[in-house]
């Protein structure tokens, strides 16, 4: 057991997963010499040689359409996107390429590719920097969408997202990359579609992925604090849900509460709210609430904390939802 940073996680996790299997290539800008923005990638050009760890010309597109173009030979590449905002030119790529090649050919053709993309906001950083843009690829069938939390979960996520045969977008918090935990390198890889509860509550159910988790489990202890029981559970997978645990908890607590940084307005936490009222009609005591950014582009850094969901929002959400019905509300 290690404690390690989420970003060097993420980085021991390409470099076993490059060890293991030589069809295992990483490509992205400035990620051989420099190591990435990040440097998640670092040291991995020195060890494994620049035929394997590429450095690619400043061009989205040609990333990924190479990344297609690798895996049809075989290859199991590994791209980097600099920041989430930089995706849209391999939108093309990705929805109409990427994720429609096994349909396509009836299942002959897989394309194992991951795409690696630090996502969120809380570093300063400006609009086309501090996206989260997961419902773009979560609504596009035949992509799968895995978003981690925290070092364990990346290194774990991450190996079994290289090790997929299916095409997979990965969400990295880019403000957690600095954040330690324990990681056990010996590990198994963590399963692609299953939830992770990491907290049981009486009361209220969190639902969070990504930068959000931190959040939901800080708002979490300082609901403990006023006698308020409250579980969250990470998502870890944002396409496909694991809508048996999310239904499964709320059902235990009969309240729920979503917590994203994308925009509310047809954020995920709008396809969780549906999931949850389907299946948990009866056992609901109150609506499902959202807890997101406002449908506003990305504002200036010094604003920006005003605009992400924060301990205070949540717990006013929270709030609301034991109080629904009453007369009277305290905040």
């Known amino acids: 057991m290690a ?65 297609i173009g690798l895996a049809l030979r ?98 990295e918090p880019k403000r957690a990359y600095w954040d330690k935990g324990e990681v056990d390198l010996d590990a198994s890889p963590a399963s692609l579609d299953r939830a992770l509860v990491l907290r049981k509550g009486r009361d209220c159910t969190l639902i969070a992925h990504g930068p959000s988790v931190k959040v939901a489990l800080a708002a979490a202890e300082a609901a403990e604090e006023d006698g308020v029981s409250v579980g969250v559970v990470d998502l870890r997978s944002i396409s496909p849900l694991d809508v048996e645990t999310l239904q499964r908890c709320v059902a235990e607590t009969g309240r729920a509460v979503v917590v994203h940084e994308a925009s509310t307005f047809l954020g995920i936490g709008a396809e969780i709210a549906a999931a949850i009222t389907e299946g948990c009609f009866r056992e609901l005591k109150a609506p499902v609430q959202r807890v997101g950014a406002y449908q506003l582009p990305y504002p200036p850094a010094h604003v920006e904390d005003a605009f992400l969901p924060d301990v205070d929002r949540v717990l006013l959400a929270i709030d609301r939802s034991l109080n629904f019905g009453r007369t009277t509300a305290h905040v």
Not at 18 to 44: K, M, N, P, S
Not at 93 to 117: D, E, N, T, Y
Request: glycine share 12%; aromatic share 8%.
């Open 3 to 67: 404690v390690l940073p989420l970003g060097k996680a993420l980085n021991l996790a390409m470099r076993r997963s490059l060890a293991e299997d030589d069809r295992v290539l990483v490509l992205g800008e400035d990620i051989g010499t420099l190591g990435g923005v990040f440097r998640v990638t670092d040291g991995l050009a020195a060890e494994f040689g620049a035929n394997r760890v590429i450095d690619t010309p400043l061009a989205e597109s040609g990333i990924v359409g190479t990344a």
């Open 74 to 171: 075989g290859f199991r590449p590994v791209c980097e996107i600099q920041f989430d905002g930089f995706v849209y030119p391999a939108f093309d790529q990705i929805v109409s390429q990427l994720a429609k090649m096994r349909a396509r050919s009836r299942g002959r053709v897989q394309l194992p590719v991951v795409i690696r993309i630090p996502a969120g906001g809380g570093i300063g950083a400006v609009e086309h920097h501090s996206e989260s843009n997961e419902a773009y690829f979560a609504h596009t069938a035949g992509l799968r969408v895995v978003s981690c939390s925290n070092p364990q979960d990346g290194y774990r996520l991450l190996r079994a997202a290289i090790r997929s045969n299916d095409p997979i977008v990965f969400f």
